[in-house]
Nanobody
Framework: QVQLVESGGGSVQAGGSLRLACTASRNIFSVNSMGWHRQVPGKQRELVATIAGAADTRYADSVKGRFTISRASAKNTIYLQMNSLKPEDTAVYYC?????????WGQGTQVTVSS
């Protein structure tokens, strides 16, 4: 069973930065895309950023210019660099790997931004 393990969450003041990482417990084949979502209690999970192939990246409008998604050369790790954080970025962040056989999700990591 593949597990995605996230790290790097925490608490930061507005304007600060955090870097999230997500590593798969083993190599995953037929990966089509990888990405990050986030969820606030009482609201639907929303897309934050995705990466497909070497560098085909897409971002939610709310994070464009502040967040950067990237992948390690080993291809089983992705990152989310979050700069200029705002209180409204506070959420549980989940990574995902989409494959031909299904989608794998991480357990989530809390990001809290205080004003």
């Amino acid at each position: 069973q593949v597990q995605l393990v996230e790290s790097g969450g925490g608490s930061v003041q507005a304007g600060g930065s955090l870097r999230l990482a997500c590593t798969a417990s083993r190599n995953i084949f037929s990966v089509n895309s990888m990405g990050w979502h986030r969820q606030v209690p009482g609201k639907q999970r929303e897309l934050v950023a995705t990466i497909a192939g070497a560098a085909d990246t897409r971002y939610a409008d709310s994070v464009k210019g502040r967040f950067t998604i990237s992948r390690a050369s080993a291809k089983n790790t992705i990152y989310l660099q979050m700069n200029s954080l705002k209180p409204e970025d506070t959420a549980v962040y989940y990574c995902l790997f989409g494959t031909d056989y299904g989608t794998y999700w991480g357990q989530g990591t809390q990001v809290t931004v205080s004003s």
